[in-house]
């Protein structure tokens, strides 16, 4: 057997990671995040801080589980309802739910096992979409708009084909189930259990996390591309997520489940937003969603990870209630008004 030689070494190792992170995206340094936009973890107009969110805050059963909701706002068309990701909680849309306030009504879940929801008895994709079309009923919603980050979009996705008449619209932000349905499972769940454990600890201290730049940086790197411009309030209210019970089985759940052979049943307009440097979900995930769903286009912000909603929240608001309000030829199914495009930063 002959001796292994530092570049065979060195491409077996990113074999190795490529089969836990799919994505060529690496950390950004500290010092690069003058790289990104100006609008690079800037606050939404309207102002998250400014609103009462405590008479929002609502839990209703649904299909014997309790799930905890914010909502608010109203208008003539389809309510927006948003759908955090793995380790997520509601207040993962925060920049997002005072934009979409003012013009539709809006709404965003804990899903069971996240954020306040208590456990369920079991978690899979299909369960949450279920839950999800469950809920829209429950709060008399016939069609929304539906948007979700990372796994919520993924059961987002599926709720779209189960239920293509709860989908008005669809917004995938970032969204799992192409090349996560592919990882190799062990290490995957195992890099991801370490995280969950180092997230606790992180919890732990998370004022002093947030308080501290490099710290912040060496944390959350992987999830957004330039943690220090993010302002520590924000960040305060959605690190619980990572802690929550329901973590380790969704991550099953979402490695498990591969719904790639039927998102061609889509038929609502949709819309991608991703990050050009996720290291989640790789920017060739949109490519493949567009491909596969047949009225979807795709927006990429560069210099931006894994939760675009957080990292550029003006922009894609900007996208976002676009899309919400398009009329013509999207709106049948057709190709989209204009052509996919790239926001540089």
Known sequence: MSALSPSNGLRQARRAVSGIYPSTARPAAPWEAHRAADDYGVPAFPDWRDTDWGPLVRTIEVAGCELTHVDLGEGDGPPIVFVHGLGGNWQNWLECLPRAARERRAIAVDLPGFGNSPMPEEISISFYAHILDDLLDALGIESAVVVGNSMGGFIGAE?????????????????????????????????????????SAALARSRDLVARPRLRHAILSSVMRHPSRLRHDILLEIMPGANAPGFVPALDALLDYDFTDRLGRIRCPTLLIWGREDMIVPVADADEYERLIESSRKVIFDETGHVPMLERPQSFNDYLM????ETGPGAAGEPALRAPEVASA
């Not at 989908?167 to 195992?190: H, K, M």
């Not at 676009?322 to 309000?325: P, S």
């Open 322 to 325: 676009e899309f919400v309000v």
């Open 159 to 199: 709720l779209a084909i189960n239920h293509p008449a709860r989908v008005e619209r669809l917004v995938l932000g970032s969204a799992a189930g192409i090349s996560t349905t592919t990882r190799a499972r062990r290490p995957t769940t195992t890099m991801f259990r370490v995280s969950g454990v180092i997230s």
